[in-house]
T-cell receptor, first 114, second 112 residues
Framework: EAGVTQFPSHSVIEKGQTVTLRCDPI?????LYWYRRVMGKEIKFLLH????????ESGMPNNRFLAERTGGTYSTLKVQPAELEDSGVYFC????????????FGEGSRLTVL | GESVGLHLPTLSVQEGDNSIINCAYS??????FIWYKQESGKGPQFIID?????DKRQGQRVTVLLNKTVKHLSLQIAATQPGDSAVYFC???????????FGRGTSLIVHP
């Protein structure tokens, strides 16, 4: 069974540009999460989807970040316009609704804003 | 605000030694705790979890200890191997929530 996949693995953009990150969760996982890790710091929660609905987006830094999960399958996270402080590794994770609690993470998308 | 944190950012051990990674949490409403391992270039991978109604849980070469009195969590790795070198994160989850909160991580370096 395929795990959580993320694309791109690394993106380098100029300040002010737009980037869209994509996450394909494990098939059948209704819970989908976005997290971000800035160098040397904790993995910070951004938002949580259940199917196509945003359940909690309290971690989204500001309105430059937009996450979608149309159809309840894959999700995208768009940053527009990107700022220097947006650099970091963006992780997507998925889990079964009502599951034991284990999150399955993708390998992350590293974003570098110059 | 309440947060999950770690005492040591880096831990160096010799191959074959036992490793202990510590984690302090401050949210008394947390009832589920998880340890994740993140190898370079990969995403966090589940190692072991423990619920607040337990104080110890064992896996293969790993043991998690939970001390609710002092809000402390530890991960013990027996006979540490070079392949154990990674960043280890503890995470907590409040009852009724689907969202784990992660700490900063501890880098474990195993010397052959």
């Amino acid at each position: 069974e395929a795990g959580v996949t993320q694309f791109p693995s690394h993106s380098v953009i100029e300040k002010g540009q737009t980037v869209t990150l994509r996450c394909d969760p494990i098939s059948g996982h209704d819970n989908l999460y976005w997290y971000r890790r800035v160098m040397g710091k904790e993995i910070k929660f951004l938002l949580h989807f259940v199917k196509e609905s945003k359940q909690d987006e309290s971690g989204m830094p500001n309105n430059r970040f937009l996450a979608e999960r149309t159809g309840g399958t894959y999700s995208t996270l768009k940053v527009q316009p990107a700022e220097l402080e947006d650099s970091g590794v963006y992780f997507c994770a998925s889990s079964l609704l009502g599951g034991a609690g284990e999150l399955f993470f993708g390998e992350g998308s590293r974003l570098t804003v110059l | 605000g309440e947060s999950v944190g770690l005492h040591l950012p880096t831990l160096s051990v010799q191959e074959g030694d036992n490793s202990i990674i510590n984690c302090a949490y401050s949210n008394s409403a947390s009832d589920y705790f998880i340890w994740y391992k993140q190898e370079s270039g990969k995403g966090p991978q589940f190692i072991i979890d423990i619920r607040s109604n337990m104080d110890k849980r064992q896996g293969q070469r790993v043991t998690v200890l939970l001390n609710k009195t002092v809000k402390h969590l530890s991960l013990q790795i027996a006979a540490t191997q070079p392949g154990d070198s990674a960043v280890y994160f503890c995470a907590e989850r409040v009852g009724g929530s689907y969202i784990p909160t992660f700490g900063r991580g501890t880098s474990l370096i195993v010397h052959p």
